[in-house]
């Protein structure tokens, strides 16, 4: 599984190594949490999900550059069939390419982004433990309202579509809210 996130995560550095032209470049982290939730399944809990993060942008291209690691957080299900304690979780890695649309002289924007994901699911019981991995496609949005020139909150949607779930591949919805923080690389 990680030779696939270290080849995702490489194809975004040198992508974002040949935008380093530009006249102010910045390299962002961040963090935050919020909620998980399965498409379609109505006895599937939300989920409390975190992701941590790092990006590229450039003050004078609209592109946009992201690796992030994501937690969906234990997903319950309800009990059926004498089968009990039932949780589901999903981990992985995305890597995005986005437009950013600049808001304010501080850095604050909005990032529509695309790209692929990789992806671990975990299923817990009361009969046993099972692991699948799967891989896909990403969309997302997302909004960095920056406080200063260096800190902000960043709130952050994401569908991930067609995670393996043992039973059908659904989609996996993220929503975050978190802090970023931006290293300028002038």
Do not use: H
């Amino acid at each position: 599984m990680m030779p696939r996130a270290a080849a995702i995560a490489l194809a975004v550095g040198l992508a974002a190594c040949c935008a380093i032209q530009s006249a102010r470049a910045e390299v962002i982290v961040g963090a935050g949490g919020g909620l998980s939730q399965l498409s379609k399944y109505k006895d599937v809990d939300e989920g409390t999900a975190y992701r941590v993060f790092a990006g590229y942008r450039a003050s004078d291209l609209p592109l946009y550059f992201e690796v992030q690691y994501f937690d969906s957080g234990e997903l319950d299900i309800d009990d059926f069939d004498g089968v009990d304690n039932i949780s589901m979780q999903f981990d992985g890695w995305t890597a995005a390419v986005g437009y950013r649309a600049v808001l304010s002289d501080k850095g604050s924007d909005i990032v529509l982004k695309g790209g692929g994901y990789i992806q671990d699911t975990e299923l817990e019981s009361s009969l046993g433990d099972a692991k699948d991995d799967g891989s896909g496609a990403m969309v997302g949005l997302t909004i960095n309202w920056m406080l200063t020139d260096r800190f902000g909150v960043s709130f952050d949607a994401q569908g991930l579509f067609g995670v393996e779930d043992f039973a059908n591949k659904e989609d996996l919805t993220l929503l975050t809210i978190g802090a970023v923080y931006s290293f300028y690389t002038d």
